[in-house]
């Protein structure tokens, strides 16, 4: 069974204060590895898909990279609107377009 | 470009009742995904669907099913409700017809179970 485990759960940062999120995974087959953003109210918003180990990919003050057994999304410089919850998920080879999501990292980005 | 639109957006049934959900997907966008999305379990796929036919069916019990029509959009329904069904039932949308994770999801149905 495909596994995502986010950490930290939480994270509180003062603005412009640099720092990563994680995203560890057990899937057989990974056909891609996806971050989304997710505000309070609002559905998922798509940010990087990632394909094979050594890959990275950005996006103003966001970097997603990834390994083997885990992805970093590294955001630098954040300011209080990267103010998110940040998900990681998993599709495998064979499964279509089902996701396997973790339970994300609750972002909180203070003036 | 209107995005993925959801209706209801809030609703309040009592257990037993059934509920559906509707779903229309960005225009010119054919796959329609249903995720669920609880505190404790946070979003478990549900199902997938392309040119009207389920692809994928995720690890729910038979009281929920859903179905696409011709113009692609979707509908979900959920029958005998039980409180722990109380969740935000959100939809996505694809170009693809299958095997991608860049999807585009709407802003949800939230199903209040009382």
């Known amino acids: 069974e495909d596994q995502v485990t986010q950490s930290p759960e939480a994270l509180r940062l003062q603005e412009g204060e640099s720092s990563s999120l994680n995203c560890s995974y057990t899937v057989s087959g990974l056909r891609g590895l996806f971050w989304y953003r997710q505000d309070p109210g609002k559905g998922p918003e798509f940010l990087f898909t990632l394909y094979s180990a050594g890959e990275e990919k950005e996006k103003e003050r966001l970097k997603a990279t990834l390994t083997k057994k885990e992805s970093f999304l590294h955001i630098t410089a954040p300011k209080p609107e990267d103010s998110a919850t940040y998900l990681c998920a998993v599709l495998r080879e064979t499964s279509g377009s089902r996701l396997t999501f973790g339970e994300g990292t609750q972002l909180t980005v203070n003036p | 470009k209107a995005g993925v639109t959801q209706t209801p957006r809030y609703l309040i049934k009592t257990r037993g009742q059934q509920v559906t959900l509707s779903c229309s997907p960005i225009s010119g966008h054919r796959s329609v995904s249903w995720y669920q999305q609880t505190p404790g379990q946070g979003l478990q796929f549900l199902f997938e669907y392309f040119s009207e036919t389920q692809r994928n069916k995720g690890n729910f019990p038979g009281r929920f099913s859903g179905r696409q029509f011709s113009n692609s959009r979707s509908e979900m329904n959920v029958s005998t409700l039980e409180l722990g069904d109380s969740a935000l039932y959100l939809c996505?949308?694809?170009?693809?017809?299958?095997?991608?994770?860049?999807?585009?999801f709407g802003e949800g149905s939230r199903l209040t179970v009382l």
């Open positions: 996505a949308s694809s170009l693809a017809k299958t095997g991608t994770g860049e999807l585009f």
